[in-house]
């Protein structure tokens, strides 16, 4: 068992330099744009090197570029995640070339909408394939390592709809409770091998960054408490935080970031 924090006489919170990630060795999954470069960058700030796992150098090439503006190590890795071999083997690679893996990140998946009768089988095969295997792939592999070393932290993505129904959200619904649930489960299994595993929930975001207020012409956003869908930035220091051994005491959660949807009636 890793002995508990032993924070400075008279503190009753970490200081600052527990939530550093000097030394640390980090993997993102899936960090297309603008997902990719906001958590490389936050990540590289707080002090660890990082590498990108893409399908092309384009999906991947602005969040390596983050990490390094960053001032720390930034590598790209090129591969398809539909396949268990080229994963193990990427996981691999960023052990060689970082000289460790402490922290990884699977970078939010693919949304769909569709009525549940015209999904076909290919469909759900896909939506499962991106949004759970894809991330179970990269857990497996890197969770591996870590078990190993007895240190890891671990952050998935998921949707509010892991947890709330929605029409024409089946698939969209179906595969982040899968996430969820291997969040939950894993976070119980490895709790003795020193590895945290948690969830970042995600309710409603702009990627194009358009103004709060004509996102407020929208129906969707005079529902959300906060009026306004989220931005990739403000999930970042809570990856950085999970990432951080200030989060020592903290797995198997579900930590919304979702100006309140979830509250919310």
């Known amino acids: 068992m890793r002995p508990l924090p032993n924070w400075p006489e008279g503190r009753s919170v970490p200081p600052v330099p527990a939530f550093r990630l000097d030394g640390k060795k980090a993997l993102l999954t899936g960090a297309t744009e603008p997902w990719g470069s906001v958590i490389a960058h936050a990540l590289a700030e707080a002090g660890a090197d990082v590498a990108v796992a893409g399908r092309s150098h384009e999906d991947t090439g602005a969040a390596v570029q983050a990490a390094r ?3 720390r190590t930034g590598i790209q890795l090129q591969l398809n995640s539909d396949l268990p071999e080229e994963v193990e083997q990427a996981v691999r690679q960023v052990v060689g070339e970082l000289f460790g893996l402490h922290i990884l990140v699977n970078c939010p998946g693919a949304g769909y909408a569709r009525p549940f009768g015209q999904i076909d089988e290919e ?9 759970f295997l894809a991330p179970m792939r990269w857990t497996r592999a890197a969770g591996s390592h870590m078990t190993a070393q007895r240190y890891g932290r671990i952050v998935n993505f998921v949707s509010v709809l892991a947890e709330r129904g929605m029409a024409n959200g089946t698939a969209l619904s179906a595969t982040q409770a899968a996430l969820r649930g291997l969040t939950q489960s894993l976070a119980l299994e490895w709790a003795r091998s020193g590895v945290r595993v948690n969830a970042i929930g995600l309710g409603w975001y702009d990627l194009a960054d358009q103004p709060a207020e004509a996102q407020l012409k929208e129906k969707l956003v005079r529902f959300l408490p906060l009026r306004r869908k989220g931005r990739p930035v403000d999930v970042a220091s809570l990856v950085v935080l999970l990432a951080s051994d200030a989060s020592d005491f903290t797995t198997g959660q579900t930590i919304y970031v979702d100006g309140g949807a979830m509250a919310h009636a």
């Open 123 to 131: 469909s759900w095969q896909r939506v499962f394939e991106l949004n």
């Open 69 to 71: 503006a960053a001032g």
